[in-house]
């Protein structure tokens, strides 16, 4: 079967996941019966799916026919029969709990014709177990949404021990049809990737309290504003529920060994139902105004034990090939919305660093979950789990980057994608870097003679800094100072660039990502596009060069006015402006873009790269400008571009400039 032959798929259970299931796979064009034991449940699931659809219109994310059509294509039925007799595909979202899920399984291999295939959105049993039950073992996977499914990109696709790869392949094209990232999980190993890296980093987080060296509040402050993760450890396991993520423990504890033994605070808190956010109380109280995470507390040393331990789960992972280190980064960034994968954040703090504090906490306590994997310090030994290799030549040439994408799709046009759509393609200091390395490589590049800068995905040029990892320098007053001066010159490099530089901006367009479209040369916006800097609104000035860029383009007025309202802008208004230069309806943006880019990268470049130099030169000293495009204007009438440009003239054809 193909992805293109699934026409109606059946969602067991009208829970929260299982409504987003149905929601997210009516929005994608497919029937969907929706089903649940009874009426009252089933048409509750629907009602949420109408409230999202609504929610969604209002945001603009669709139409109002959309959200109308999708709707009309979710059924929702109490009758088990009627639910998946003509399912092509069945994702079961009933409660965790392997009988009820059996005995589902049990009744749908009765009723679900012989070519349908069942996915388990489980997010902690075995798909192999529950796979033996059917008669199709071969044709049964997971499929795990992540929590809300609308909203979360990834989709973790798990391979039971009889799973055919066909059916792998199958269920990987219809995440990608409903819009999600799917990730392979090759093994069916407890809690698969995302949580088995997260629960391991919670219990961690406990232990090291239960030990006495660490408060609370000092591991949450390392968490989220050291690591830069988007939660701190307890307050992710509030939020989670501290039962959810104990039971997932447990699980792991019986199948993976002691490695994975519950910390005994975790105990007490389930023992004493203070569960997290949903009863009230965990580690925080939320009667008293929950987490409230000091940003100084942290410290090197807890940083490196959380990151040892996830490191470690890596380790075991890549070794029992399960998944390799990128599928896990990648899992780990959609599924949890870390800024960078755990992988590469081993990698970048040193992996036998990480293996000898694993071994003094060994040493020290003689626990098993200190035990450092082999695989752990082979990764080391081969110079990490990316084997060093994050600078070797990527298919185009030497452009491999983890932030952004490097293209050349033709016509001399170098195309560079911000590429962090789990963040809005969001600006970390990583990505700052990557990107003044490119247009530097790209502006030595011979095949290139314009960019294109576009984001990845239909929601966002760019969303701006990234608010939680500049968080993470703690609000360090020097650091965020050399923070802003890195945007400057970065964006500076852009402005710079003897090449024409087109932005091509679909979506939102705000703080950072704007001050960086600013140094483009020409800007082609979608019609859904939104604009602005709102940078006051959190207390901040646009410090990218917003202050002092945008005004060149927009005037001081016009730029004041968008930068003091902290407003949102539409793509219309801002053509209105002078910012955006040609608004496109969305379907014909990307061709548009292009072509403009190619346009410019057909002209001649040696008189493009005065003429920018020149106006650059200009911007503050008429005279220095001036001087520049005289001085420019001499050079130009020895090149063999201008021969071409006034031989192409006067034979009515179209010159091939080569920049000599
Ligand atoms: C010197 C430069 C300074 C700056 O640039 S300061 C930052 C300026 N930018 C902003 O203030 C924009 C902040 N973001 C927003 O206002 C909204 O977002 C949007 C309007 C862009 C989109 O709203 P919606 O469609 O409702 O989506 P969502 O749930 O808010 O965002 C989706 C995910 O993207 C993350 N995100 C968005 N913007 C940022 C950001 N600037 N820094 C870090 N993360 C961001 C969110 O948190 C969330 O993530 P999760 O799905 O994990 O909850």
Redesign the pocket.
């Known amino acids: 079967m193909e992805v293109d032959n699934i026409n109606t798929i059946a969602v067991l259970g009208a829970g929260n996941m299982g409504h987003g299931i149905a929601e997210v796979a009516a929005l994608a064009g497919y029937e969907v019966n929706l089903r649940d034991i009874k009426d009252e449940f089933v048409q509750n699931g629907y009602d949420q799916i109408e409230w999202s659809l609504d929610k969604l219109a209002e945001?603009d994310?669709i139409s109002d026919e959309e959200a109308d059509a999708a709707l009309d294509r979710v059924t929702p039925i109490v009758d088990f029969e009627e639910a998946v007799e003509d399912a092509d595909f069945v994702v079961e979202a009933v409660p965790e709990k392997m009988d009820i899920k059996k005995d589902v399984y049990g009744e749908l291999e009765e009723y679900a014709p012989d070519h349908t295939i069942f996915a388990t959105n489980t997010s902690s049993l075995s798909v192999t177990e529950l796979s033996e039950v059917t008669e199709r073992p071969e044709r049964f996977c997971g499929m795990h949404f992540f929590n809300p499914p609308v909203?979360?990109q990834l989709v973790e696709v798990i391979s039971g021990e009889h799973t055919d790869d066909e059916v792998l392949d199958l269920t990987e094209d219809l995440a990608e049809a409903m819009g999600k990232t799917p990730v392979r999980v090759r093994k069916d190993s407890p809690g698969f990737i995302v949580n088995r890296i997260l629960v391991p980093l919670m219990n961690e987080a406990a232990w090291m309290v239960e030990s006495g060296d660490y408060t609370v509040a000092e591991v949450d402050s390392a968490t989220k504003f050291d690591m830069g993760l988007?939660m701190g450890s307890f307050e992710l396991a509030d939020q989670v529920g501290i039962d959810v993520g104990y039971h997932v423990l447990d699980y792991m504890n019986d199948v993976l060994g002691e490695a994975y033994e519950p910390c005994p605070l975790l105990v007490e808190k389930v023992e004493a139902e203070k569960l997290g956010k949903k009863t009230g109380e965990g580690f925080y109280d939320y009667d008293e105004g929950g987490a409230d995470i000091p940003t100084d507390a942290g410290s090197e040393d807890a940083v490196r034990r959380l990151q040892a331990v996830m490191a470690n789960e890596v380790a075991k992972l890549v070794a029992n090939d399960v998944a390799d280190p990128d599928a896990i980064d990648e899992a780990v960034m959609l599924g949890a919305?870390f800024p960078e994968g755990p992988a590469k954040m081993a990698d970048d703090a040193g992996l036998d660093a990480l293996a000898d504090t694993l071994n003094e906490l060994h040493d020290e306590t003689g626990a098993a979950r200190y035990e450092a994997s082999d695989y752990l310090r082979e990764a080391a030994a081969e110079g990490g789990f990316y084997g060093g290799d994050e600078e070797s030549e990527g298919e185009e040439g030497a452009y491999d980057y983890d932030n952004i994408r490097v293209e050349k799709p033709g016509e001399m046009v170098g195309k560079v994608v911000l590429d962090r759509p789990?963040?809005?393609n969001?600006?970390s200091e990583e990505l700052l870097d990557e990107l003044g390395e490119a247009v530097e490589a790209l502006t030595e590049d011979d095949d290139v003679r314009a960019l294109l800068l576009v984001g990845e995905g239909d929601?966002?040029f760019s969303?701006?800094?990234?608010?939680?990892?500049?968080a993470a320098g703690g609000g360090d007053p020097i650091q965020a100072v050399e923070?802003?001066k890195k945007?400057q010159d970065t964006f500076g490099k852009l402005e710079a660039c003897p090449m024409p530089v087109v932005a091509g901006i679909d979506g939102?367009c705000?703080?950072?990502?704007?001050?960086m479209a600013t140094c483009a040369d020409m800007r082609v916006a979608s019609d859904r596009s939104?604009f602005?800097?709102?940078?006051h609104?959190?207390g901040?000035?646009?410090?990218?060069g917003?202050t002092q860029r945008l005004k060149h383009i927009v005037g001081e007025g016009r730029a004041k006015e968008i930068i003091f309202t902290a407003d949102?802008f539409e793509a219309e208004t801002m053509e209105d402006y002078g910012f955006v230069n040609e608004v496109v309806e969305v379907p014909a943006f990307e061709d548009r873009a292009f072509e403009l880019a190619a346009d410019l990268a057909a002209g001649p470049p040696i008189a493009q790269k005065y003429t920018k130099r020149a106006m650059l030169a200009g911007r503050d000293d008429t005279d220095a400008g001036l001087e520049v495009e005289s001085q420019a204007f001499g050079h130009l009438m020895n090149t063999d571009d201008l021969m071409e440009g006034i031989t192409a003239f006067m034979g009515d054809g179209e010159p091939e400039f080569e920049g000599k």
Request: charged fraction near 20%; glycine fraction near 20%; hydrophobic fraction near 35%.
């Open positions: 945001k994310q909203r979360m988007p919305g789990h963040r809005m969001t600006v929601k966002a969303a701006g800094a990234d608010v939680q990892s500049m923070l802003s945007g939102y705000l703080g950072g990502g704007m001050e939104e602005g800097q709102p940078e609104d959190l901040l000035l646009p410090g990218w917003g949102r």
